[in-house]
T-cell receptor, first 114, second 113 residues
């Protein structure tokens, strides 16, 4: 398997623009997680899905952030409008019910909002 | 409030010596712990785990020790190699929350040749 795939790897945008981050989980995994990593807050969970259904979005910072999982092989994290404080590395991870909690991470998307 | 804490942001060790990375937790209901390693520009990768029914788990050069009474776990790397230089995260699953993990803040390990 190719592992978790994220695109783009780098994104530079101006404040106020819409940003869409994409993730393809490992085939057969039924959990998908979106994380954000910053120097100040470390690795924080934004939202996770189980069988394409959002289960916990309490980590989503505000209404500017939204996430969808239209099918088992694709998820998006959208920021609209983007702000400089959204600059961070965003990771997607997936796991399966019987994996003893082990999550597999993608390479991340480094977002810079100017 | 962070339920898993790594109080040392960085650690520097000489090649060939032992590296000891520490992690403390506050939730006594945690019964499983994981360590992840992260290189720059890559996502975290799973390294080793331990169940609370054990106090030690070993995998090659990596050993994790769990002290439940102290709510403390540690990752030992022996011998340390320059390729071990990375950020290490400890994590624990939140019960009744699917496969959700809570992560510590990470410790940056630098192994000097």
């Amino acid at each position: 398997d190719a592992g978790v795939i994220q695109s783009p790897r780098h994104e530079v945008t101006e404040m106020g623009q819409e940003v869409t981050l994409r993730c393809k989980p490992i085939s057969g995994h039924d959990y998908l997680f979106w994380y954000r990593q910053t120097m100040m807050r470390g690795l924080e969970l934004l939202i996770y899905f189980n069988n394409n259904v959002p289960i916990d979005d309490s980590g989503m910072p505000e209404d500017r952030f939204s996430a969808k999982m239209p099918n088992a092989s694709f998820s998006t994290l959208k920021i609209q409008p983007s702000e400089p404080r959204d600059s961070a590395v965003y990771f997607c991870a997936s796991s399966s019910q019987g994996s003893s909690y082990e999550q597999y991470f993608g390479p991340g998307t480094r977002l810079t909002v100017t | 409030d962070q339920q898993v804490k790594q109080n040392s942001p960085s650690l520097s060790v000489q090649e060939g010596r032992i590296s000891i990375l520490n992690c403390d937790y506050t939730n006594s209901m945690f019964d499983y712990f994981l360590w992840y390693k992260k290189y720059p520009a890559e996502g975290p990768t799973f390294l080793i785990s331990i169940s609370s029914i054990k106090d030690k788990n070993e995998d090659g050069r990596f050993t994790v020790f769990l002290n439940k009474s102290a709510k403390h776990l540690s990752l030992h790397i022996v011998p340390s190699q320059p390729g071990d230089s990375a950020v290490y995260f400890c994590a624990a699953p939140l019960r009744n929350a699917g496969n959700m993990l809570t992560f510590g803040g990470g410790t940056r390990l630098m192994v000097k040749p």
